[in-house]
């Protein structure tokens, strides 16, 4: 069972350059998110989708585009990378069910530099 | 100021110590409250969750939450070097995974 997978888990950009985030996940979860990590700094909502085919912005959104492609795969997308992308990005999956959460987890990380 | 605020540490204890960790919020609408621990270069793993007021424990560990002072904790009874970790309490105004994170607590417990 891997979990959260994510790739890559390390990506140098020059400014301006584009990449994808890929995650997927094999817990048949619904809901699927990512965050980033600033160092000292707690984890920040980029964006989510609480099922295939929807997605939403969190708290930190400008500058990034997702793709929920299936139930299993979302991806995240710089379009333009800037400096101040620099950060660890996360992916998380998780499975919720009235007031239970009946699991939430998180890849092992992307780090990624722009330069 | 942020919703969620976090003692900001770094902590050191002696193996077989007590820990508590400690998070204040300024949105009482919040309903879930989440810790999660995360080893250095690694994601973050969900220890516990508690759903309004009140106590819950799992093993060594206790979480509180106090609705009324807005203020949560995290309790690590009989501390093990290998509970050296950052942690990071969330929370949420409904169940669907939308988490507000603190800035984490890093813990080093010293055998």
């Known amino acids: 069972n891997a979990g959260v997978t994510q790739t890559p888990k390390f990506q140098v950009l020059k400014t301006g350059q584009s990449m994808t985030l890929q995650c997927a996940q094999d817990?048949?979860?619904?809901?699927m998110y990512w965050y980033r990590q600033d160092p000292g700094m707690g984890l920040r909502l980029i964006y989510y989708?609480?099922?295939?085919?929807?997605?939403d912005k969190g708290e930190v959104p400008n500058g990034y585009n997702v793709s929920r492609l299936n139930k299993r795969e979302f991806s995240l997308r710089l379009e333009s990378a800037a400096p101040s992308q620099t950060s660890v990005y996360f992916c998380?999956?998780?499975?919720?069910?009235?007031?239970?959460?009946?699991?939430?987890?998180f890849g092992q990380g992307t780090r990624l530099t722009v330069v | 100021q942020k919703e969620v605020e976090q003692d900001p540490g770094p902590l050191s204890v002696p193996e077989g110590a007590i820990v508590s960790l400690n998070c204040t919020y300024s949105?009482?609408?919040?309903?879930?409250f989440m810790w999660y621990r995360q080893y250095s270069r690694k994601g973050p793993e969900l220890l516990m969750y508690?759903?309004?007021?009140g106590n819950k424990e799992d093993g060594r560990f206790t979480a509180q939450v106090d609705k009324s002072s807005k203020y949560i904790s995290l309790f690590i009874r009989d501390s093990q070097p290998s509970d050296s970790a950052t942690y990071l309490c969330?929370?949420?105004?409904?169940?669907?995974?939308?988490?507000?994170f603190g800035d984490g607590t890093t813990l080093t417990v010293k055998p």
């Open positions: 989708s609480a099922s295939e085919g929807t997605t």
């Open positions: 817990m048949n979860h619904n809901s």
């Open positions: 998380a999956s998780s499975e919720r069910t009235g007031y239970r959460i009946k699991g939430a987890f």
């Open positions: 508690t759903y309004s007021s």
């Open positions: 949105n009482s609408a919040f309903q879930y």
């Open positions: 969330a929370m949420e105004l409904t169940n669907a995974g939308k988490s507000t």
